[in-house]
């Protein structure tokens, strides 16, 4: 760790920074990488802390002096505006994020992605401290393309599909398409901290992520989550790849997203708590433009990775078809296509994702197998005994 430098050749200072949002996917992967790469302090805020047990114990981990767990939900603790004063940065990755949510519990979305996030802004911006705030790729909503006309050689045109940040518009379905509420708050926090930088000089950062995946992604239904739960699309998938049962296409699987390896995406978030004076004033896509496949492809891919690594043949009907309907409820809509311009990011960070989504998938199924086949093949058995 010593003699490490910036992108512009000055030495890097220890700081403390206050992670809201530790205890999840993202912040797993982060805290990880900055215990065991960075000097940093990292004040870990979150409701659970499972997906990060294993940097808090042992106290005899070499950097125990460095990481502090603080059980807090942020929704009503007091305590939250202490921790962002005792911190130089603040990153808040807090969040209801899974699209099962949206349009059934639309009111806790809308809360969790604005109203809870506006403490945080606040005390920032009052106390003088530096936020990376989390937002989302689906602030930018559909593409243009997806208006016209299914045969128009316009939709081969990258200007109506690839989402650049300083350009494109937000486009959002009509307000009974309840999906759009967590896109929808998203936007306006991220202009609340847009505004808050043009009036009160608050320094800050934006996040938007194009579907991060990888190991401790969301839960597997009945094992570590709720049975009835539906999490994302990498976690529903593995679920249905343990049973052994056929991977559901929603609406028929045509959409398409570009997906990023966590490890990638970290490295990319490492350079903006590292390079304030690079990042801060900015929005950042991170995205993998290179692995973009319709669900459907990533259903087909997932398939023939995990028999490559569980060592079992495929079922004879590895795909179904259902409706979103069926799927999610009422309200559901969806992103056509997902593309990062990666302009601002290669020119002010220098950054490039570097895994295949083949390769990505290997690392992550192998993970899943090793994690949860036992478990899952345990709970199976036991519910045809009852
Ligand atoms: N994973 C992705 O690809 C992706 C894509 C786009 C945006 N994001 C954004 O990145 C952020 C992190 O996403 P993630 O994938 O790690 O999700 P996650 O659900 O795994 O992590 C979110 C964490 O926030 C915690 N949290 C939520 N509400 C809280 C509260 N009131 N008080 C304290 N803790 C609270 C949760 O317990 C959870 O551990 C979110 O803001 C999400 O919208 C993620
Ligand atoms: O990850 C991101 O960048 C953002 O996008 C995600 O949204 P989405 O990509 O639509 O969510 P997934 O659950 O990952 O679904 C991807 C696609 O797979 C489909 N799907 C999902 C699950 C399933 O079993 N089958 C299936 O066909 C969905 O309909 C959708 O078209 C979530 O909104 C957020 O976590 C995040 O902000």
Redesign the pocket.
Known sequence: MAGRVDLDGNPIKPITICMIGAGGFIGSHLCEKLMSETPHKVLAVDVYSDKIKHLLEPATLAWADRIQFHRINIKNDSRLEGLIKMADLTINLA?I????D?NTRPLDTIYSNFIDALPVVKYCSENGKRLIHF????VYGKTIGAFLPKDSPLRQDPAYYVLKEDASPCIFGPIEKQRWS??CA?QLIERLVYAEGAENGLEFTIV??????GPRMDFIPGIDGPSEG?????A??SN?LLRREP?????G?E?Q?TFIYIKDAIEAVLLMIENPARANGHIFNV?NPNNEVT??Q??EMMTQVYSKVSGESSIETPTID?S?KE??GEG?D??DK?IPDMTIINKQLGWNPKTSLWDLLESTLTYQHRTYAEAVKQAMSKTTAN
């Open positions: 969040a994020c899974t699209p099962a949206y937002s989302t790729c689906e967590y896109a998203k938007r992520p194009f579907n991060w995946i539906v999490p994302r699309v990498l529903c998938f249905n991977l559901k296409l929603v609406d699987g959409s997203r995205g669900v459907r990533l259903a259902v979103s799927f999610y559901y969806d992103s997902r």
